[in-house]
C-alpha cells in the first residue's frame, strides 16, 4: 500500500466515527493491520487527529470570519487574496505541523523529503529528547497502590 493510500485510509478510519461522535481514534501508529507498530507513521497518525480534531470542532461562521467589511470594501471583482485578513484566515484551520504544502521548487530545493521522512525525523526527535513531566506524587501513590492491590489478588 503506498503512503497516500494509507494516509487516506487512515483519515477516513478515524474522520467517519470522529464526525459521528466519537471520542478516541484507535490504531495509530499501527500498520500491517496492526501487525507493525511505526513511531513515523505514530507522528503522522497524530498531525491527522489534530487535523480531525479541528474539523469536529467546526468553523465559527460570522461577519468577522466571512470578512463581510472587506466583501463590501473590495467590491466585486476585486483582489481579495491580497489583503492581510484573507492571509490570516487561511492559515488557521488547514496548518499542518507535518505535511509540506510550499510549491514543488521551494519543497525540491529543500532536499524533497516526503512526509515519511519528515514524520521520521520527528519521531527519533522525540524518542531522544522527550522528557515527560513526573507525575504528581499522590497520581505515583495511587498507582502503586493499584498495583499492590492486583498483587495481593493475584498472589504474588
Known amino acids: 500500500m503506498s503512503d497516500e493510500q494509507l494516509g487516506h485510509e487512515k483519515t477516513l478510519t478515524a474522520l467517519v466515527p470522529a464526525l459521528a461522535g466519537a471520542s478516541l481514534i484507535y490504531g495509530s501508529g499501527m500498520t500491517e493491520s496492526g501487525v507493525t507498530f511505526d513511531c513515523a507513521q505514530f507522528v503522522i497518525d497524530n498531525e491527522i487527529a489534530r487535523m480531525i480534531r479541528l474539523v ?50 521551494d519543497w525540491e530545493a529543500d532536499g524533497a523529503k516526503d512526509v515519511y521522512e519528515i514524520a521520521r525525523a520527528q519521531a527519533l526527535e522525540i524518542l531522544e529528547d522527550h522528557r515527560p513531566e513526573p507525575l504528581d506524587a499522590d497520581v505515583v501513590a495511587a498507582v502503586k497502590a493499584v498495583s499492590a492491590r492486583v498483587d495481593r489478588e493475584l498472589g504474588r
Not at 467590491?75 to 496548518?95: E, I, N, Q, V
Open 56 to 105: 469536529v470542532r467546526g468553523l465559527t461562521v460570522s461577519d468577522e470570519t466571512l470578512l463581510v467589511d472587506d466583501i463590501h470594501t473590495v467590491g466585486p471583482f476585486g483582489d481579495y487574496l491580497s489583503l492581510p485578513s484573507t492571509l490570516a484566515g487561511m492559515r488557521g484551520p488547514s496548518t499542518s505541523l507535518l505535511f509540506d504544502r510550499r510549491v514543488r521548487e
